[in-house]
């Protein structure tokens, strides 16, 4: 069915609302609300795999990307609940095996793991996301991963999002249960309240469709307590409805101590002040809508998803959407107006009617350029903010040049406005940071980048290197639409080295300082923006240099063999003239490269062509 709930008019109507912003795109979607613990209305459109002949249904398993942060953040909390574990305990504690080259891992605690402050780097990308399930030995590459690890920050000094806290959190939920982690949130939290879609990718039901986006293979996430929970939308809103109603299955405090802001001093901005343990927000404010006080918000996303959960205790309700990627609608604001659709359905309208002014063209701050005019970095982009006519202009570093990254912004009083973005500058500890205004609140953007040790000449030799990842795995989703390689670039002669690598996604720019000729550090002390750093090293094997990088391993290209024509796993330079068409013989897989490493082919995508030109190499993979 395409809807359901108690209100079936009511249902349809939302329905058609998604439809009208889904027009002729073969994207799927799909949207609960429950008030009051009942189901009032749930609704799907589009399509389950992009064919029109098969319809998204409300019972179809969306992938929820990082809302699964809340299932682990639970998970933890039940373990708490029977006195099994410690939420302030070390972690280590209960992972005895877990070892990274940084001393200070021993300060960290369960609580930092699942509220973003644990100082991790943030994601271990290899293997997160595949197309077949084999995850006998993944915990064995997780250790391996956080051996190689350090510190961007002392723990829990610093909230900035983090995916490896979530996989540690799951590994102890493992450990400390004797259960997998899905059998555990199975057992103890999802089937007790009904949510009885709720799954994984270890155990996806065959009664049940997991949505795809069109020409893609199902997308299944190994990391699963940082993104791997698969369920339809009604139990999504099921299991949001638990933290207003838990009716035995946890006791109210438990669940209430989620509900804390975690960051109660540093940062200022409004974003990582309201994490809570597993929320992304525990105070979301809306200002077209009155969701009350308290209310609770998570986003979730992954290669093919946009998932958002809302609970408000004002109008005891519970709301989640989620849609494919090629949707192509802001999934938070949609939320937000159909479960202001639902409340007013049931008779209660909670749009607020204040105006939102004008913004005015104001001339910038006489001293704006001495505190804030230079280079800023963050996680995966490099800015330069600069004063131009009579507003403020911010262009990107990428690929050796800068380029704008927005419109040109105006003062308004107190932030920087242009049509795709609202800006303001601020200082902690004498740290200027370019602040953001998005919907959630005001996060730290980017950091100034000032003050740092001058480059190793070693890694100075290197800046034009590249190296390719070297073990991939033939279904890993990440290469191709994520990295496949990086190359080493420089900004500016501040020190900081660039790690720049381009997918389908587009380019992330990851910036490191170097802690001698192999080593390098993660600088960035902001919270928000800073979450997937890697302090990536290099190591040498039989003559050719490699690196280590979010769990891959990397070649110097220069080290590659030119391609022979047999279909034979490994990393090649393709030579000028036509490509071979035999190159999946076997049931290889290959991705191919241009010159600056962006895939441009990729074999797992049914409905790819061969380059007519541009290819430089080629990764085959088994």
Not at 184 to 204: D, L, M
Request: hydrophobic residues 40%; negative net charge.
């Amino acid at each position: 069915m395409t809807v359901n709930g108690s209100n079936t008019a009511l249902a349809e109507k939302l329905q058609s609302a998604l439809a009208e912003k889904l027009g002729e795109k073969t994207a799927a979607a799909s949207y609960a609300a429950m008030i009051n613990g009942e189901l009032v209305a749930a609704c799907a459109v589009g399509t389950r795999d992009g064919d029109t002949a098969n319809p998204a249904q409300v019972g179809d398993l969306f992938n929820i990307g990082s809302v699964s942060k809340v299932y682990c953040a639970a998970a933890v909390m039940k373990l708490v609940e029977q006195n099994k574990l410690g939420l302030d305990d070390p972690v280590y504690k209960y992972l005895p095996r877990l070892t990274m080259r940084d001393p200070r891992y021993k300060d960290i605690t369960l609580r930092m793991c699942i509220s973003h402050t644990s100082g991790l780097p943030g994601t271990m990308f290899a293997n997160s996301f595949v197309s077949a399930w084999d995850v006998n030995t993944f915990y064995e590459l997780c250790y391996d991963y956080f051996s190689k690890c350090k510190l961007k920050s002392d723990p829990g000094t610093i909230a900035a999002y983090c995916n490896d806290g979530f996989t540690l959190a799951e590994m102890t939920v493992a450990e400390v249960s004797g259960m997998s982690f899905t059998a555990f949130v199975q057992k103890h939290i999802t089937q007790p309240i009904g949510a009885v879609s709720t799954c994984t990718a270890e155990n996806n039901p065959d009664n049940r469709y997991l949505v795809r986006v069109k020409g893609m293979p199902a997308e299944l996430i190994t990391v699963i307590g940082a993104g791997g929970i698969s369920t339809d939308i009604s139990d999504c809103a099921k299991f949001g409805n638990m933290f207003l109603q838990p009716n035995g299955v946890f006791k109210p405090e438990t669940l209430a101590e989620t509900a804390v802001p975690q960051c109660k001093e540093y940062p200022k901005d409004t974003f990582s002040r309201d994490l809570g343990l597993g929320w992304d927000s525990v105070r979301f404010k809306n200002e077209m809508y009155d969701f009350g006080d308290g209310v609770l918000l998570k986003s979730g996303g992954t290669l093919e998803f946009l998932t958002y959960l809302l609970v408000s205790k004002k109008h005891n309700l519970s709301a989640a959407l989620s849609t494919t990627n090629d949707f192509g609608i802001d999934v938070l604001e949609t939320l937000c107006a159909l479960a202001a659709d639902t409340m007013q359905g049931v008779g209660t309208d909670i749009r607020l009617t204040a105006d939102k002014p004008e913004p005015q063209k104001l001339p910038v701050p006489a001293d704006w350029a001495e505190k804030y005019a230079g280079i800023y970095a963050s996680y995966s982009t490099i800015i330069k903010a600069e004063q131009q006519d009579d507003g403020i202009s911010l262009k990107k570093f990428a690929k050796g040049k800068w380029e704008d990254a927005f419109p040109l912004a105006h003062y308004d009083g107190s932030m920087y406005v242009s049509p795709a973005i609202t800006f303001g500058f601020d200082s902690v500890d004498g740290t200027p940071y370019i602040t953001q205004f998005i919907l959630r609140g005001l996060m730290a953007m980017a950091q100034k980048v000032q003050g740092l040790p001058p480059a190793d000449p070693m890694w100075l030799n290197r800046l034009g290197k590249k190296y390719i990842i070297c073990d991939g795995k033939k279904d890993d989703l990440i290469l191709g639409s994520m990295v496949c390689g990086v190359e080493i670039e420089k900004a500016d002669d501040s020190g900081m080295l660039l790690l720049s690598s381009s997918g389908a996604g587009g380019t992330m720019t990851t910036p490191i300082i170097t802690a001698g000729p192999y080593e390098s550090d993660m600088f960035l002390t902001m919270s928000g923006n800073s979450r997937d750093i890697f302090p990536a090293y290099i190591y040498i094997k039989d003559g050719v240099e490699y690196m280590y990088h979010f769990g891959f391993n990397l070649i110097d290209a220069e080290a590659l063999m030119p391609y022979g024509g047999r279909a034979e796993a490994g990393l090649y330079t393709l030579p000028d003239g036509p490509l071979p068409e035999n190159l999946t013989a076997g049931g290889l897989r290959a991705v191919i490269m241009n010159d600056g490493l962006l895939p441009i082919y990729d074999s797992m995508n049914p409905a790819a062509t061969l380059p007519e030109g541009g290819a430089k190499y080629l990764m085959l993979l088994a």
